[in-house]
């Protein structure tokens, strides 16, 4: 049987139809609708009501597995050096190095404690102390994800976390060897055989078995996502993820091949991912187009890359490199590549991306892994508010401000002021009784 021709939405800047062209393209994929946000509410009030009896339960029902008690649904801490010393050396080395470069990166992003003193002598500053505990979501069922466990576990233990605990779906009872070694590597404290919404039901209110958290991060499915959202408040959570994107942007001088790789990389994950080429030039477009549709069928996962890019994919010819920024800026995306000779002049202009992979040979993949930055990054625009996955996200801060007797005279003159304006007295009055108190 011959695949027909994949016919990858071509858009072009000149056409006067591209602003509502592109705005289709980028749509957010809602997977907030009613039914999914009904379900999840159920699952998290029955789990905050019966704890591990619900757990238990929605494990038989959806992961097929019957651990007895809910103490069973922990994995004993031997069974994580256990699989690290079952899976091969190179598979161990891979995950060690990954897991060094993480660290190093990690290590730069440590926020630490400062203070100031004012001239009065006042002392102003700020404390930044580690989570008490966090909890991280790894999927499981389709595949495994060692490199999820890596990117949330490292900068939780780079910041001083008290206790980190991992949740994984155990399907069938089978637990993945690459996901138990990472989560030693690491330095994972506790692992429950838990999935979907109930798992982060326990993580936010805790139960008999699995101890409530201060913040929840890791990626999942729509219900994973749709519960995240929803327990917000109660602990905090790093972002509500989407599908995985890339924008490529390449002025024509990069082997067409590697660039139908990226997309293909990044297309693989599910059929909701998105890949993105912007060039100024037409026949590079054109060769792209023509190696994907030559390297696709030696893709085992064929069949998940052309409906992505045939749903959610694109190529974009652009005039000139100026209005690829103007792109850039306007889609926000998750994943940047910058397939350029003078990347660093583009970056410059570039207000709005997740990570950005700079000149020829930076493949995105290799963030995926082990380049050292976080691979849980803003998708769907959100990178015009929101960062990647780093130390900062496991560490709170809390202002400090010690008044000096003349510092307290001099600011309670202020506040005094301000709070008469706003009518309340208790207020002014607080701040008048110190101002002419004697020192010491």
């Known amino acids: 049987m011959v695949e027909q021709a994949l016919n990858i939405k071509r858009l072009r800047t000149r056409d006067p139809d591209f602003g509502p062209q592109l705005e289709r393209l980028m749509s957010r994929l809602e997977a907030d609708d009613a ?122 233990r780079v910041a001083g976390v008290g206790e980190i605990i991992m949740c994984v779906p155990a399907p069938d009872g089978e637990l993945d060897d690459m996901v138990l070694a990472a989560a030693s590597v690491a330095g994972v404290d506790r692992v429950f055989m838990l999935g979907g919404a109930q798992a982060i039901a326990a993580m936010a209110w805790g139960t008999e078995t699995v101890p409530a958290v201060d913040k929840i991060t890791g990626p999942g499915n729509r219900y994973v996502a749709a519960a995240k959202r929803l327990v917000y408040g109660v602990v905090g959570i790093d972002m509500i993820a989407g599908p995985s994107e890339i924008l490529v942007v390449c002025d024509g001088d990069t ?16 059929e909701d991912a998105q890949a993105l080429l912007v060039s100024p030039d037409a026949a590079f477009i054109d060769r792209v187009l023509a190696a994907i549709e030559r390297l696709l069928p030696e893709m085992p996962r064929a069949d998940i890359i052309r409906a992505s890019l045939l749903d959610r994919g694109a190529v974009v010819e652009v005039r000139d490199l100026d209005e690829a920024v103007e792109i850039v800026n306007r889609v926000a995306p998750e994943h940047l590549e910058l397939s350029l000779a003078d990347p660093e002049a583009f970056l410059a202009r570039v207000r709005h991306a997740g990570a950005v992979f700079m000149g020829r040979y930076s493949a995105e993949v290799v963030g995926d892994y082990c380049a050292g930055p976080n691979h849980v990054l803003p998708t769907a625009r959100t990178a015009r508010f929101s960062s990647p996955l780093g130390v900062y996200d496991f560490q709170k801060r809390a202002s400090v401000i010690h008044c000096s007797p003349e510092g307290a005279r001099e600011l309670g003159r202020v506040a005094s002021v301000l709070a008469r304006a706003e009518g309340l007295e208790a207020h002014a009055r607080s701040a008048e009784c110190r101002m002419e108190a004697k020192d010491g």
């Open 35 to 156: 039914g999914v946000f009904d379900v999840v509410s159920g699952i998290l009030a029955d789990v905050r009501q019966r704890g591990d009896a619900a757990l238990l339960e929605y494990t038989r029902r959806f992961d097929r597995l019957d651990p007895g008690s809910g103490a069973a649904l922990e994995v004993p801490p031997a069974r994580l050096g256990e699989a690290l010393a079952r899976i091969d050396d190179k598979q161990r080395e891979a995950l060690e190095v990954a897991a060094t470069r993480l660290r190093r990166y990690a290590e730069h992003q440590r926020g630490e404690s400062w203070s100031y003193q004012e001239a009065d002598g006042t002392v102003l500053g700020q404390t930044v102390r580690p989570l008490d505990r966090a909890g991280v979501y790894v999927p499981g069922g389709k595949a495994a994800y060692p490199s999820t466990v890596l990117m949330n576990v490292v900068p939780a």
């Open 255 to 270: 082997d067409p091949d590697w660039i139908a790789l990226d997309m293909f990389a990044q297309s693989e994950h599910d």
